[in-house]
């Protein structure tokens, strides 16, 4: 498979209340991607965007699109990306 730039992987940033407890609570961020990326695409594509050690990716395909739940490393904060990239 031919490897996607790391914008047409993640597209945006999923806020919900469900998604800012994970924030705070679990240094996870929850991101809409695209239908057909991997784990290991998405994993790739976050840490080349944002210069962060993802720890894993859980996806789960929903109605409005595909979903990823991404945990990063203790040394990083997802709230502190999440302020980055104007969650807050």
């Given at each position: 498979?031919?490897?996607?730039s790391p914008?047409?992987?993640l597209f945006h940033p999923h806020v919900t209340e469900k998604a800012m407890d994970h924030m705070d609570?679990?240094?996870k961020l929850e991101f809409l991607?695209?239908?057909?990326a991997?784990?290991?695409?998405?994993?790739r594509?976050?840490?080349k965007i944002f210069e962060v050690e993802v720890v894993s990716v859980n996806t789960r395909n929903l109605p409005d699109g595909k979903h990823a739940v991404i945990k990063l490393s203790e040394?990083?904060?997802?709230?502190e990306i999440g302020t980055?990239?104007?969650?807050?």
């Open positions: 498979m031919v490897e996607k914008y047409k992987i609570k679990g240094n991607v695209h239908k057909n991997t784990k290991s695409q998405i994993k594509a976050f840490e040394k990083y904060s997802a709230e980055r990239i104007g969650i807050f």
